[in-house]
């Protein structure tokens, strides 16, 4: 069977991307290392450099690993983007909505979070990292109702 074992994000700016996804989302470095390969035929880098930080929580292997890669001399994007688009869209995460806001806003991250709330009270939002990519908090309550429509027969 196949299965994810990480997504990974480019950073122009590492600190600043551990500044959102370890102190304000509350995430744990499991690796931080560099490796030298043939980036460049692998992933079309500029350089055979590398910088990997593996951030997760220890124990909880299914609970997904978030990577945060660094090239030498990244090109510049737009990590402002917001209408959805083809391609990659949001990494979705289950996480006290309230809590994790507050924690961003006194870091100065994050941006200006948008929220709803959905059937049964449920508390969604979306706020972005300092590279652009869209991340989606999701109230655990609603943990119940997407293992009950996801569960095989």
């Known amino acids: ?13 590492m600190e600043g991307s551990l500044r959102f996804w370890r102190d304000g989302l ?10 030298e390969g043939d980036w460049p035929a692998l992933f079309g880098a500029a350089t055979d450099h590398l910088h990997s930080v593996f951030l997760g929580h220890p124990g909880d292997l299914e609970g ?12 510049e994007g737009d990590p402002g983007a917001a209408a959805p688009r083809p391609g990659f869209f949001l990494l979705s995460l289950y996480a ?15 941006g200006e979070p948008r929220r709803i709330e959905v059937a049964g009270g449920v508390q969604m939002g979306v706020v ?6 869209l991340v989606e908090l999701i109230d655990p309550r609603a943990r119940g109702n997407l293992d009950r429509m996801t569960s095989a027969p």
């Open 1 to 13: 069977m196949t299965r994810i074992h990480h997504s990974a994000i480019c950073t122009r700016d």
């Open 96 to 110: 006290d909505l309230d809590a994790t806001v507050a924690r961003l806003a006194e870091l100065g991250l994050g």
């Open 26 to 35: 509350g995430f744990v470095v499991q690796m931080d290392e560099r490796f």
């Open 64 to 75: 997904g690993i978030v990577e945060l890669v660094e090239f030498a001399g990244m090109p």
């Open 128 to 133: 972005r990292d300092p590279n652009g990519v």
